[in-house]
């Protein structure tokens, strides 16, 4: 059952709270990132290519400065997205049943599951990697020096991708229960989504083919899952039939 609803005069005005709480928790938590943890930050973004004896510089007076601001914003942003996300749901959730209520909750809490799983893979396990093969293995006939800037943008478009498509299964489970898909398509169109794949590889990632492989390889693998979450979405369905 909805919950009464209010005058449009009432809906901005709570609008407008919702607004001024999540802007003011952002700016404390970038400034908390800022004062506290810059130093800790930029040693997380960077660390993986100082490892391999590259020099980090930068290109203008105002550039280091940029790139810690930028930083800490990112960080101070996901400090404050429990209380943002809170705010949005506060807002939304009196035109919503307690049915829809529940799958709100349900593929929020996994969404942020699986995108920071997805950015955790992407940085332990590929982001090495791919920084060895550009760096070391395609770069011996030069020296090297990275500009700071280009490389905070590399290693942003690097990892966000991996974020995005660990909400495959959930997409798949969400699409299922809504009568869209089911896990007999998604094995039958197995080869078109692996074309897919790959296109959509050499979009999102930096142009060139080890980025998109390495992206496209737990692509693959999270196209499988999003087969079984589809079969787990329509079994439920059909027991729930029964």
Not at 16 to 33: D, E, W
Not at 162 to 185: C, D, E, H, R, W
Request: a positive charge.
């Amino acid at each position: 059952m909805k919950e009464k609803k209010g005058t449009i005069y009432e809906h901005l005005t709570e609008l407008r709270r919702v607004f001024v709480i999540s802007i003011v928790a952002f700016v404390i938590c970038t400034m908390l990132c800022y004062f506290l943890w810059r130093h800790e930050l930029v040693g997380l973004v960077f660390n993986p290519i100082r490892k391999l004896g590259t020099n980090i510089v930068i290109i203008g007076v105002t550039e280091g400065f940029m790139i810690q601001l930028k930083l800490c914003c990112v960080a101070g942003l996901l400090m404050a997205s429990p209380v943002i996300l809170s705010q949005i749901i506060y807002f939304i959730l009196p035109a919503l049943y307690k049915k829809e209520k529940k799958i709100l909750f349900f593929l929020l809490f996994f969404s942020i599951l699986l995108f920071c799983l997805g950015v955790l893979l992407g940085y332990y396990f590929v982001l090495g990697i791919g920084l060895r093969v550009f760096l070391v293995d395609y770069n011996q006939e030069f020296g090297t020096m990275i500009a700071a800037g280009k490389y905070v943008t590399f290693f942003n478009g690097f990892l966000l991708p991996f974020g995005i498509t660990f909400q495959f299964p959930l997409l798949s489970f969400a699409l299922t229960k809504m009568g869209v898909l089911n896990p007999t398509k998604l094995r039958k169109k197995r080869g078109y989504a692996i074309l897919l794949i790959f296109v959509v590889a050499a979009i999102v990632t930096p142009p060139d083919v080890i980025s998109q492989v390495l992206l496209s390889l737990p692509m693959m693998v999270l196209y499988e899952v999003s087969i079984g979450a589809s079969y787990i979405a329509g079994r439920k369905e059909i027991v729930h039939e029964e």
